[in-house]
């Protein structure tokens, strides 16, 4: 394999785990990442770019992030995990981007436990693309409300648990 690839919480568990795995195929090196702190994730594109020099970054794995029991103080735990998670996989792409765009894959990958966590216990999640809908955020758009919204309804009162966690557009079809 030789990819270029940036694995975020590479410090423990399945990050950890990646790494070694990748370490075992050729060399590694690091760059000091803390998701949380946008400052960070900009120094931490920086010293990607200083590593790779002319080549890019074929693979980013979002592996970092947190996952905090909702019991507690319901605000400040969603925050925190939101800022993590969310915020923070954001600022590392953004901050690795133009590696990115230099890659040859150009390949994005975010782990997330979240939907087998509640698979287990039941519940089923699926992103859902409403298709490119004419409203006022989007005037120039090319369906319908009526019809974006009909199919959401269809593909969610149709999805069953062999459908947990794929991507379906509201026609049903199943998103790349």
Same mark, same amino acid.
């Given at each position: 394999?030789?990819?270029t ?9 399945? +990050? ?14 690091? %760059? ?5 702190? &946008?400052?960070?994730?900009?120094? @931490?594109?920086?010293d ?11 693979? #980013?794995?979002?592996?970092? +992030? ?8 319901l605000?400040?735990? #969603? ?9 923070g996989?954001?600022? %590392?792409?953004? @901050?690795?981007?133009?590696? #990115? ?6 390949? %994005?990958?975010?782990i997330s ?7 287990? @216990?039941g ?22 409300? &009526?019809?974006?919204?009909?199919g ?13 966690? %794929?991507?379906?557009?509201y ?6």
């Open positions: 394999m030789s990819a690839v940036l694995i975020t919480g590479a410090n423990r568990g399945i +990050g950890l785990g990646l790494v070694e795995e990748l370490a075992s195929n050729g060399k590694i090196k690091t %760059v000091k990442l803390d998701i949380a702190d &946008e400052k960070s994730t900009q120094q @931490a594109g920086r990607a770019q200083a590593i790779l020099g002319d080549k890019g970054l074929d693979i #980013l794995i979002n592996n970092a +992030g947190i996952n905090q029991a909702v019991f507690g103080p605000i400040e735990t #969603l925050t925190q995990v939101f800022n993590v998670n969310v915020v996989t954001q600022n %590392v792409i953004k @901050a690795l981007f133009p590696a #990115l765009q230099k890659g040859v894959a150009k390949k %994005v990958i975010k436990s979240l939907v087998a966590v509640y698979a287990n @216990a519940f089923i999640f699926i992103p859902l693309n409403p298709g490119y809908v004419k409203t006022d955020m989007s005037p120039e758009g090319t369906e319908t409300v &009526e019809n974006s919204v009909k959401i309804l269809e593909v969610t009162f149709e999805a069953g648990q062999e459908d947990n966690g %794929v991507f379906y557009s026609d049903g079809t199943k998103e790349p």
